[in-house]
């Protein structure tokens, strides 16, 4: 793993996930997701990773024109790595997944490296949903795996990695995730230095254990060497002791609405920056800078902001 000496802070905005029932404070205007992602940079995140959302309802979009509606705004007010999903969310297609990525031409996207069954139905039942298609999402995920077949994950790397010289944030969910990143490491498909973002406490992948954590470690030591950065997060309650953790073998990390509603046990965070602030704050008390924008491109190898469709 590289030893950077800085940590890098991604902020993950909205997600696909969590629901507008689930919280007051998830972004899901262009608006709302602009004006977060603006407060979480100026907290201290050098990258934003992001989704789009239908503004009336607050379900997942891959509406190209919705992403134009507050990516131009965000670049504007900030210098912030763009990091768009192609995960999209259940029910996306695969050309709903590469629409807005394709349109928008950013630094970065996100890359599933394998798929998995993904669930999240347990939550149907534990609120009172404003919009049925809430709840429709959560008891999806019992019945429909997330797909990330290998013809796709080559497409996005054909397409947006050797078409818009876009890097990759590759989710790993699970150990076998490692491997396939080698794999198209070894057929010189993408090259380094490689951001392997690990995922921990999703049912179906990794649990939120730090035994599982040591094990992704050293298992992207052993295939990678100092060609990654290791990257992190964990769902839920254990968010920022993994953050801590990674942090402390010298590698960056994760927080966002996305992955977490939560800034302490039963209290809801109110916004993107205020997590930032609190990892910050960890981070600050390790004697551990944080990376700017400008030092998040040199080590991640992104092709600058200058060069994105928006």
Known sequence: MKRTGKAIITCAVTGSIHTPSMSPYLP??????????????????????????NPVD??????????????????????????????????????????????????????????????????????????EWERELMLGSKRFPANHNFALIERIMTELGEGHGTRFEYECYDIGHLYSVKHFADIGLIKPPFLIQGIFGILGGLGADLENFFLMKQTADRLFGDDYIMSCFAVGRPQMKFLAQCALVGGSVRVGLEDSLYIGKGELAVSNAQQVRKVRQILDALDIPIATPKEAREMLGTKGGDKVAF
Do not use: C
């Open 28 to 53: 899901v205007t262009p608006d709302e997701i602009a004006e977060q992602a603006i407060e979480a940079v100026e907290a201290g995140a050098a990258v934003l990773h992001l989704h789009a959302r």
């Open 58 to 131: 607050g379900r997942p979009s891959p509406d190209p024109a919705l992403y134009m509606q507050f990516l131009p705004r965000i670049k504007q007010q900030t210098d912030a790595i763009i990091n768009i999903t192609t995960g999209g969310a259940p029910g996306f297609s695969e050309e709903d997944r590469m629409a807005g990525p394709l349109a928008a031409s950013p630094e970065m996207t996100s890359l599933n490296m394998g798929s998995m069954n993904f669930g999240f139905w347990p939550l149907a039942d534990k609120f009172d949903w404003k919009h």
